[in-house]
């Protein structure tokens, strides 16, 4: 039988510990699809519809350019057995959400919505967060303004450009999870 993670296009690190960094690279020709690469496990990511971004502001659709770290795995818990991972874990909720808004003072900070009130919902009806991967981008200090809700994510099926986000499939995912720690470098450029 053929490994299926040599057909989608990456190699199976069987590897014990967290690696030190992973980095993002914007593909040759299309800077809204790229390579993340975390040891010797490479796989194909969507990034942001306005590609990689030095100067990263709310609503510009880029990835942010820089260096971050993880701070824990959001997942639905409903949906998913708690994957693998050195990270810090936490279930998604149904008034979980994310705050975008840069007038407010939980701007880019995780906050818990009523039905009725806004936020990025963090529990979705896609599957886009069904894995999140919260990284410390505009966190210290949290800037209004500077960008908000920038996760590693699930990508769409067609693999479509995210909102500034770096979305992969489900197994690319799971793949990545069992590799990444609290000290692990995120190097986005």
């Not at 190699?11 to 040759?28: H, L, Q, Y």
Request: net charge positive.
């Amino acid at each position: 039988m053929k490994n299926k993670a040599a057909s989608v296009g990456y190699t199976r690190n069987r590897s014990a510990g967290p690696v030190r960094a992973i980095r993002v690279k914007a593909a040759a020709g299309n800077p809204r699809r790229g390579w993340l690469t975390a040891g010797s496990l490479t796989i194909p990511v969507a990034l942001g519809r306005g590609g990689i971004l030095a100067n990263k502001r709310e609503g510009d659709g880029g990835t942010p350019r820089g260096s971050f770290r993880p701070r824990q795995l959001w997942w639905r818990g409903d949906r998913h057995s708690r994957p693998q991972t050195f990270l810090p874990a936490r279930t998604i909720g149904d008034m979980d959400a994310w705050c975008e808004d840069p007038k407010d003072r939980h701007y880019n900070q995780p906050i818990r919505r009523g039905r009725e009130q806004g936020g990025d919902r963090l529990k979705r009806v896609d599957h886009l967060y069904d894995f999140i991967i919260e990284i410390d981008h505009n966190t210290r200090p949290r800037i209004a303004g500077r960008g908000s809700a920038v996760f590693l994510h699930l990508a769409r099926d067609n693999f479509g450009p995210t909102a500034g986000c770096v979305s992969m499939t489900r197994a690319a995912m799971l793949h990545l999870l069992r590799r990444l720690g609290p000290r692990t470098k995120i190097i986005i450029g």
